[in-house]
T-cell receptor, first 115, second 115 residues
Framework: AQKITQTQPGMFVQEKEAVTLDCTYD???????LFWYKQPSSGEMIFLIY????DQQNATEGRYSLNFQKARKSANLVISASQLGDSAMYFC????????????WGAGTKLIIKP | DAMVIQNPRYQVTQFGKPVTLSCSQT?????MYWYQQKSSQAPKLLFH???????NEADTPDNFQSRRPNTSFCFLDIRSPGLGDAAMYLC??????????????FGPGTRLTVL
């Protein structure tokens, strides 16, 4: 079974609109971390935001926020006021406590911002 | 400012001709990772070093080797590249406080072409 599911292979969004990228996860480990990365066409993987399973509040980093719904096992990334430079591949990833440092990756969502 | 540096950014090699990719970091992180990423896929972990301890993923082909002569540098050696080894190779580093919160920081990647 997929441990990280990103159901949107691709999205088109108008510039300046907010964007929500979906991520659901599956784990029986009570302690885990969730990560979002951005990968532009240049190839570099850029860390955006982190949410811990025990964190009481949703994580925020500038225009990025994480809508963490633990009971639903979802960790959606919200980008406010999208910009052309947000066009990229976005990956959701999870680390479980008993994982020997390995990240479990989703398949990614390709986001294209239209001017 | 560059924190994780990979050289070269683009590498072309011939089928069967050994190739070495390099990664260096200025973050003084004790864990270094090598990933292989094929087009439109999530990265696949090949191996990682925790300090000098080498950890090979079970499905990493023997054709791939790694060296870490010191904290700052890590090398990926592909002994006999095949056409299927053409990919983006990403190096990442982390300084884990614990397994769950450990955030990986990536270099810009090396795009390998095999002729």
């Amino acid at each position: 079974a997929q441990k990280i599911t990103q159901t949107q292979p691709g999205m088109f969004v108008q510039e300046k609109e907010a964007v929500t990228l979906d991520c659901t996860y599956d784990t029986s480990d009570p302690s885990y971390g969730l990560f979002w990365y951005k990968q532009p066409s240049s190839g570099e993987m850029i860390f955006l935001i982190y949410q811990g399973s025990y964190d009481q509040q949703n994580a925020t980093e500038g225009r990025y926020s994480l809508n963490f719904q633990k009971a639903r096992k979802s960790a959606n990334l919200v980008i406010s006021a999208s910009q052309l430079g947000d066009s990229a591949m976005y990956f959701c990833a999870m680390r479980e406590e008993d994982s020997n440092y390995q990240l479990i990756w989703g398949a990614g969502t390709k986001l294209i911002i239209k001017p | 400012d560059a924190m994780v540096i990979q050289n070269p950014r683009y590498q072309v090699t011939q089928f069967g001709k050994p190739v070495t990719l390099s990664c260096s970091q200025t973050l003084n992180h004790n864990v270094m990772y090598w990933y292989q990423q094929k087009s439109s896929q999530a990265p696949k972990l090949l191996f990682h070093y925790y300090d000098k301890d080498f950890n090979n993923e079970a499905d990493t082909p023997d054709n791939f080797q790694s060296r870490r002569p010191n904290t700052s540098f890590c090398f990926l050696d592909i002994r006999s590249p095949g056409l299927g080894d053409a990919a983006m190779y990403l190096c990442a580093t982390s300084r884990p406080r614990d397994r769950v919160t450990d955030t990986q920081y990536f270099g810009p990647g090396t795009r390998l072409t095999v002729l």
